[in-house]
């Protein structure tokens, strides 16, 4: 199969706490190993930065590969790649079918559980409740982080309002403010009152050193990131790892514009003992890491170096966040059913257990055990080939209905249509037709898509242009895997989806339908044939079929004409034919004004005048629908 390597490239959209915290884990490491006082400020910035944006992506993202399984070995089952808190639990039954076990003597009758076998109950309950419920804990931390950060800004304002503006440095706001520790926040810095002039110098100077780096703004963004961390510890230590270069940073700049590196450092230590304020993402003078900032003052550190150190652990870190949300996975091949067959001792993960299955191999695995009888000599024929295995001959031809859809494969976050669909396989195209829900007029809205078909095996097909991977539980279900390069799917969690489908009957409302396609040529009145909207300025192209009692009305939309790649949707509904100039569709009555008898209009209920005029059955019906075998049917 022909595929470039970035259609075999698939980002599994999700929860994974764990690669956020191995992530955080190496970030911090890396930082305090190869960064921490060894680097100029602002590329340490720059690090932690990239670092805590991995962080995140590796909490919601995983990177999976998919393989060709190696020649002259069997496929692989498919493997679940969901994270662990999403997992089923799995009992020693369902990975294993074994002979019974012998009974073991039962414990007396007064005897109770110990003290420790109840607290470790207690807290597999509620071990298990938090998994349960994760998506939820979650989401609340997130609101709650979410509702301080804004208390926060909210108290920022109100101690503006509290201030009085003694005057502007250029665009920068200078004000007195009634707390007793200067901070910066936007373009704005609030100064204590009673500072000595000395003191107000290099404190303006180092708040303007904040607001030109734009400090504040950047701290916004890295507490959004590590709000969506929360659970993280990694990320607090980094966000704290991020102010401290920041005061570094600005400890650089105003030694550099002048001051003395003495008297700074004094009056620095004076303002950081001096009072202690609570207020959140601001340049604070009481941070634990004064020692710290006074030794990286005295330092001289050169850019190459600095430069040399942060590109080798940016490489470090991507290789390991590449290998901790990175997974290869062998495309699925053989059906889970086949493999149950070939191994009943095991049964794969990520997949479905047929109920008939189990409990076949169950009764089998149950009978008592015999010794082994010779072998009989077998006649001398012509054997076959011992590593031939026998092939079994499915056929996808037929109506389906869809049972769940999933974010790859391996049915990752696996949910429900929320609307029926059928789909219908025949020798050169396929049809995948929603029925909706029913509109006030009685009218039935349908949807869907088409494409050309052809089943190269049982494990590959190609459907709409598209070589996609197959896979067959049993004779009367299957997964097929397809990648939404058009986002045409209204599950749009991940761009590769698999359908699993199972064999069904043709509803009767679908065949009372399609019949009006055979019936529309057959009318002996003014309405025989296919009708077309004419609608200017439109992409799609809306056809109308008149049956004897069934009418239905398609919007085609092209993406790959050649393929026979369309969508559609439409409405569909009883049909009743009064008279050449009246019709009834659905419970609604129509007015017909012909123009000629190849051209009429009427006006819908919002008032439009729409115009039809007679056509050629269009050849992408026509292909599709005698193409798929639905007029078997």
């Known amino acids: 199969m022909n595929q470039t390597f970035l259609d075999n490239l698939q980002l599994a959209p999700g929860f994974y706490p764990l690669a956020s915290l191995l992530t955080g884990a190496a970030l911090y490491v890396l930082y305090r190993l190869f960064i921490h006082m060894r680097c100029q400020s602002r590329m340490a910035q720059a690090f932690l930065t990239f670092g805590m944006c991995l962080m995140t992506a590796a909490l919601f993202l995983r990177l999976t590969v998919w393989t060709e399984p190696a020649t002259g070995t069997p496929p692989?089952?498919?493997?679940?790649?969901?994270?662990?808190?999403?997992?089923?639990?799995?009992s020693p039954q369902s990975l294993s079918v074994t002979p019974p076990a012998q009974p073991s003597p039962a414990p007396p009758a007064g005897n109770r559980l110990r003290p420790t076998e109840k607290t470790q109950e207690a807290l597999a309950a509620a071990w298990d409740y938090a998994l349960s419920n994760l998506p939820a804990i979650y989401a609340a931390g997130i609101a709650l982080l979410l509702l301080y950060m804004a208390a926060q800004i909210g108290q920022l304002h109100r101690i503006?309002?509290?201030?009085?503006?003694?005057?502007?440095?250029?665009?920068?706001?200078?004000?007195?403010?009634?707390?007793?520790?200067?901070?910066?926040?936007?373009?704005?810095?609030?100064?204590?009152?009673?500072?000595?002039?000395?003191?107000?110098?290099?404190?303006?100077?180092?708040?303007?050193?904040?607001?030109?780096?734009?400090?504040?703004?950047?701290?916004?963004?890295?507490?959004?990131?590590?709000?969506?961390?929360?659970?993280?510890p990694f990320a607090y230590l980094l966000f704290r790892a991020i102010?401290?270069?920041?005061?570094?940073?600005?400890?650089?700049d105003v030694l550099d514009n002048g001051f003395d590196r003495k008297q700074y450092q004094i009056s620095l230590v004076l303002a950081c003992t001096a009072h202690k304020e609570w207020i959140w993402a601001r340049s604070n003078y009481n941070y634990s890491s004064l020692k710290e900032r006074i030794l990286f003052m005295n330092r001289h550190i050169q850019n190459s170096k600095?430069?040399?150190?942060?590109?080798?652990?940016?490489?470090c870190i991507v290789a390991l966040v590449g290998t901790i949300a990175t997974q290869a996975m062998e495309k699925p091949g053989k059906g889970t059913a086949e493999t149950l067959k070939e191994t009943p001792a095991s049964i794969p993960t990520g997949h479905e257990v047929m109920p008939e299955t189990l409990a076949k191999a169950t009764a089998d695995a149950a009978q008592p055990t015999t010794a082994p009888t010779p072998p009989k000599a077998a006649p001398r024929t012509a054997a076959a080939p011992?590593?031939?295995?026998?092939?079994?001959?499915?056929?996808?031809?037929?109506?389906?209905?869809?049972?769940?859809?999933?974010?790859?494969?391996?049915?990752?976050?696996?949910?429900?249509?929320?609307?029926?669909?059928?789909?219908?396989?025949?020798?050169k195209a396929s049809l995948t037709l929603t029925v909706n829900w029913k509109n006030a007029d009685g009218t039935t809205v349908i949807g869907g898509a088409t494409g050309d078909y052809d089943p190269f095996s049982e494990t590959t097909?190609?459907?709409?242009?598209?070589?996609?991977?197959?896979?067959?539980?049993?004779?009367?279900?299957?997964?097929?895997?397809?990648?939404?390069?058009?986002?045409?799917?209204?599950?749009?969690?991940?761009?590769?989806?698999?359908?699993?489908?199972?064999?069904c009957a043709v509803p009767e409302e679908?065949?009372?339908?399609?019949?009006?396609?055979?019936?529309?040529?057959?009318?002996?009145?003014?309405?025989?044939?296919?009708?077309?909207?004419?609608?200017?300025?439109?992409?799609?192209?809306?056809?109308?079929?008149?049956?004897?009692?069934?009418?239905?009305?398609?919007?085609?939309?092209?993406?790959?004409?050649?393929?026979?790649?369309?969508?559609?949707?439409?409405?569909?509904?009883?049909?009743?034919?009064?008279?050449?100039?009246?019709?009834i569709e659905g419970q609604t009555v129509y007015k017909l004004e012909w123009l000629n008898k190849d051209i009429f209009s009427y006006k819908n209920h919002a008032g439009q005048t729409l115009t039809y005029v007679r056509v050629e059955m269009p050849e992408v019906i026509r292909k599709v629908v005698e193409g798929c075998g639905i007029l078997n049917y």
Request: aromatic share 14%.
């Open 243 to 252: 102010k401290e270069q920041q005061e570094m940073e600005v400890d650089r």
């Open 510 to 583: 679908v065949k009372r339908t399609v019949a009006a396609y055979k019936q529309c040529r057959k009318r002996k009145d003014k309405l025989k044939g296919v009708w077309k909207q004419l609608t200017p300025s439109r992409s799609s192209e809306i056809y109308t079929f008149f049956g004897k009692d069934r009418f239905f009305t398609v919007d085609l939309k092209p993406y790959e004409q050649v393929n026979l790649f369309y969508t559609f949707s439409g409405t569909a509904g009883d049909f009743a034919y009064v008279n050449d100039t009246t019709v």
């Open 160 to 232: 503006r309002r509290k201030s009085t503006l003694q005057g502007h440095r250029g665009c920068i706001r200078v004000y007195q403010s009634p707390c007793n520790a200067p901070f910066s926040y936007s373009y704005n810095i609030f100064l204590p009152g009673g500072m000595e002039d000395g003191q107000r110098d290099f404190v303006l100077a180092h708040e303007k050193c904040h607001i030109w780096h734009r400090h504040f703004h950047k701290l916004l963004f890295l507490q959004c990131l590590a709000i969506a961390n929360w659970f993280n």
């Open 306 to 315: 600095s430069r040399l150190r942060v590109g080798a652990a940016c490489l």
């Open 386 to 427: 011992a590593n031939v295995k026998k092939q079994k001959d499915y056929d996808s031809r037929g109506c389906w209905t869809m049972l769940f859809i999933g974010d790859s494969a391996y049915q990752h976050h696996q949910t429900a249509p929320f609307v029926p669909h059928y789909k219908f396989f025949g020798k």
């Open 461 to 503: 097909v190609r459907e709409g242009g598209q070589v996609r991977p197959r896979q067959w539980v049993d004779a009367n279900h299957i997964d097929d895997t397809w990648k939404d390069t058009y986002r045409i799917s209204p599950y749009n969690s991940s761009l590769w989806k698999t359908e699993r489908w199972e064999r």
């Open 76 to 90: 692989s089952p498919a493997t679940d790649i969901r994270p662990a808190t999403e997992r089923p639990v799995e």
